[in-house]
């Protein structure tokens, strides 16, 4: 199973809340591709999420923006091919 960098949050409070980890990636399901990530968007949403002062599920992986390269897909995928950007 491959492996990724995340910008966790177990608990809402201040910046130290937030750490690195290495997350399993699950292989992509039917409709769906992996992207290996070359550069992430942390933007200020997120610093409401872990402050507490808009609610989120924990633990809370951080960051909704990304660009990467397409490394698998799911089946059912015709409009997308590995390497793409």
């Not at 750490?19 to 550069?39: D, N, R």
């Not at 507490?52 to 015709?78: H, K, N, Q, R, S």
């Amino acid at each position: 199973m491959t492996t990724s960098l995340s910008a966790i949050i177990h608990n809402t409070g201040d910046a130290d809340v937030f750490s690195l980890q290495k997350t399993e990636v699950a292989p992509p399901s039917t409709g769906e591709v992996t992207i290996a990530h070359t550069a992430i968007g942390v933007n200020f949403i997120d610093t409401y999420f872990r402050s507490g002062l808009y609610p989120i599920d924990l633990p809370a992986v951080l960051g909704d923006e990304a660009v990467g390269i397409i490394e698998e897909l799911g089946e059912d995928v015709t409009e997308f091919s590995v390497g793409q950007r």
